[in-house]
C-alpha cells in the first residue's frame, strides 16, 4: 500500500509539472496580454513599466521558473487584474462559494441517484423503471445551463418564490444546488441502475435465492455491495468537479463562485491566477483518483494495490 500510494504520488508530481509547462506555454501563446485589453488601451510606457513590475519583461523560460518558484514559497504571486490581492486571497474568497454549492449539490445527488437506480433495478423493465430512466438520461444529456434557464423560468419568473441569482441567503442556494445536482444524479442512478442488474444475475445472487434468502436481503448485502466499486469510479471524482465550480451555473445565478472568477481570469489574462487554478483542479483530480484507487482495496478485499 505504501509503495503504490509514493508512485501514485509520485507520477501525480511529474503529471503537475507537465500541466504547468503546457498551460505556461499555451497563455503566452495567445495575442494579447494582460495590460492590452479594455476599452482604454494603456500608454505603451505604463504598460512597459507593469510588464517590468510584474516581471513579464524578461524572457518566458526566466518567468516560468519565477512562478515555479512562488509556488514552492506557496505565495503564488498576485492578480494583475486585481494588484491590491494575492492569488491564494482571491481562491479564499471564491473557492468556498463554490464548494458550499457543490457540497449541496452533492448531497443530493449521491442519495438521490442512488434511490433511483435502485429503484429502476429492481423495478427493471416497468413503468417505474422508464420514469427512472428518463430523469437519468435527461440529467446527464441536458446542459446544465437549460437546466439552470427551467428552474429560473419556472421558480423565479411563473412562480416567483425564490431569486432569480445573486448571494446572501439561503434562498440564493436552492435553485443553482439543484442545477448542480441534475447531471450527477443522473450519473450515478445509471450506474447503480447496470452494477445492480449485472450483481443480481452473478451466480452468488442465484445461489442466495436458491437457499430461501429474502430478496431485499440479496439486494442490499451483495447486488449493492458488489455494485459499489463501479460507483467508485465516477462518484469520487465528482467531487473535485462540483468544488472547482461551475462556469454556466455561476454565471447565470450571478453567484461569485471560482468557476465564475476562472473565466474572468481567462479573458483578463490574469497568468497566475489561470496557473494556479489549473494546477489546484489537476491536483485535485489527482489526489481524489488516488483515493478511489485505494478505497477499492477497501470494498473489495480482492484488489490489491500492489
Known sequence: MIGFVSRRLLSLFVTLIIVSV?????????????????????????????????????????????????????????????????????????????????????????????????????????????????????????????TSMLLMLIFAIWLPILPTGGWGSWQHLILPSIAYATMPTGMIARYTRSSILEALNKPYTKTARAKGVPEWRIILKHALRNAAVPLLTISLPLVSGFLTGSIFIEKIFRVPGLGKFFVTSIFNRDYPVIMTLLLMMALMLGVTFLITDVLYAVVDPRVRLD
Open 22 to 146: 503546457v498551460v505556461f506555454i499555451m497563455m503566452h501563446s495567445i495575442p494579447g496580454g494582460p495590460f492590452s485589453l479594455g476599452k482604454m488601451p494603456l500608454p505603451e510606457e505604463v504598460k512597459e513599466k507593469l510588464k517590468a513590475q510584474y516581471g513579464l519583461d524578461k524572457p518566458l523560460v526566466i518567468q516560468y521558473f519565477n512562478y515555479v518558484k512562488s509556488v514552492f514559497t506557496l505565495k503564488f504571486g498576485r492578480s494583475y487584474q486585481n494588484p491590491g490581492e494575492t492569488v491564494l486571497e482571491l481562491i479564499g474568497r471564491t473557492f468556498p462559494v463554490s464548494a458550499l454549492l457543490g457540497g449541496i449539490g452533492l448531497i443530493i445527488a449521491f442519495p438521490l441517484g442512488l434511490g433511483l437506480g435502485l429503484i429502476s433495478a429492481v423495478n427493471r423493465n416497468s413503468f417505474i423503471d422508464y420514469i427512472t430512466t428518463t430523469v437519468s438520461i435527461y440529467g446527464i444529456s441536458v446542459p446544465r445551463y437549460v
